[in-house]
């Protein structure tokens, strides 16, 4: 889009994954809330134009944020849903920590678009859950797993299910489409796509007359 080796400017900020999981534990979702508009300030103050999240979990608490946020956010459910939307996806099993599974996020931005969602049974979503902290975040990528979350999917599939949303930043490391009975939306490479749709309007913008 850009050139070879080029890409707008990205400037990052986060606070350890350890604070933000002591307020999550406890459902303090408006303490995430104002962890994410502090990153949104001092973002704000190095030049950013445009802010994402990569974590979904913690998106419960961006709609808590986008009208006091001194910048724009891209929320990452809006978009994996428009691109659900355009694959002609009506059915979702959704996946990642028990936390986004078991909150608002995604079938609050899939419903407007007539897309309906699952998770998987609560047993699974514990184990799940204890994967990713346990072994993806911990850049453990055991072939064990990934048969689990596969069987998952293969379950889902069974009942109706028509694809696969991989909604935690590290599923896509140890899994892919190629690897998965139902098609799958990898929301991090989602996400990015769409950064990276909006900062080139963003620049469009600043070079018209």
């Known amino acids: 889009m850009l050139g070879w080796h080029a890409h707008p400017e990205v400037t990052l900020h986060t606070y350890p994954l350890a604070a933000y999981m002591s307020h999550i534990e406890?459902?303090?979702w408006d303490e995430v809330a104002s962890m994410l508009l502090a990153s949104a300030e001092k973002?704000?103050?190095?030049?950013?134009?445009?802010?994402?999240?990569?974590?979904?979990?913690?998106?419960?608490?961006?709609?808590?944020?986008?009208?006091?946020?001194?910048?724009?956010?891209?929320?990452?459910?809006?978009?994996?849903?428009?691109?659900a939307a355009q694959r002609g996806f009506?059915?979702?099993l959704?996946?990642?920590?028990?936390?986004?599974?078991e909150g608002p996020v995604y079938p609050a931005k899939l419903r407007p678009r007539a897309i309906e969602c699952e998770i998987?049974?609560?047993?699974?979503?514990?184990?799940?859950?204890?994967?990713?902290?346990d072994e993806l975040v911990s850049g453990r990528f055991e072939e064990s797993t990934r048969a689990?979350?596969?069987?998952?999917?293969?379950e889902a599939k069974s009942r109706g299910v028509e694809a696969a949303v991989l909604g935690c930043t590290e599923i896509p490391l140890l899994m892919g489409e190629a690897d998965s009975p139902l098609p799958t939306l990898d929301s991090t490479r989602i996400l990015a796509?769409?950064?990276?749709r909006e900062a080139v309007r963003e620049d469009v913008r600043r070079a018209e007359p």
């Open 148 to 154: 689990y979350f596969n069987q998952v999917i293969a």
């Open 26 to 28: 406890e459902g303090r």
């Open 120 to 133: 998987p049974p609560a047993d699974a979503r514990g184990r799940i859950n204890a994967f990713i902290l």
């Open 193 to 196: 796509r769409a950064a990276l």
């Open 94 to 101: 959704i996946l990642g920590t028990r936390y986004l599974m």
């Open 43 to 83: 973002l704000r103050q190095a030049g950013a134009d445009l802010l994402i999240c990569p974590d979904n979990t913690v998106h419960q608490a961006i709609d808590l944020v986008r009208d006091r946020s001194p910048l724009p956010w891209l929320h990452i459910a809006e978009e994996v849903a428009g691109v």
């Open 90 to 92: 009506r059915r979702l």
